[in-house]
Nanobody, 123 residues
Framework: QVQLVESGGGLVQAGGSLRLSCAAS????????MGWFRQAPGKEREFVAA????????KYADSVKGRFTISRDNAKSTGYLQMNSLKREDTADYFC????????????????WGPGTQVTVSS
């Protein structure tokens, strides 16, 4: 099992930036990919971005392309989500997740989750 802890959330004005971090521990060698998801109040959780630990291949939701960048530091077993040009609609709880190859092919298959960090974008 992989344990994940997010950090870096907070309150930011629209147009601003935040960088989220996700520290992984435990059986990280079993993890093929890391993903970021978000859930806004009253809405379902949605996929934001994912990255493979080995090659660094990435994928993004259309709503964040060009504004968010996912990255990872294998030496630190830590993933990041750099969020620029934030909009009010980016307000949500953000969760990182880890999983095997199946999760890379289908974001619904991520198996390990962090507790989340809150991001609030004000106008």
């Amino acid at each position: 099992q992989v344990q994940l802890v997010e950090s870096g959330g907070g309150l930011v004005q629209a147009g601003g930036s935040l960088r989220l971090s996700c520290a992984a521990s435990g059986r990280t060698f079993n993890s093929y990919a890391m993903g970021w998801f978000r859930q806004a109040p009253g809405k379902e959780r949605e996929f934001v971005a994912a990255i493979t630990w080995s090659s660094g291949s990435t994928k993004y939701a259309d709503s964040v392309k060009g504004r968010f960048t996912i990255s990872r530091d294998n030496a630190k077993s830590t993933g990041y989500l750099q969020m620029n040009s934030l909009k009010r609609e980016d307000t949500a709880d953000y969760f990182c997740a880890a999983g095997g190859l199946a999760s890379w092919l289908n974001p619904g298959r991520f198996g390990s989750w962090g507790p989340g960090t809150q991001v609030t974008v004000s106008s």
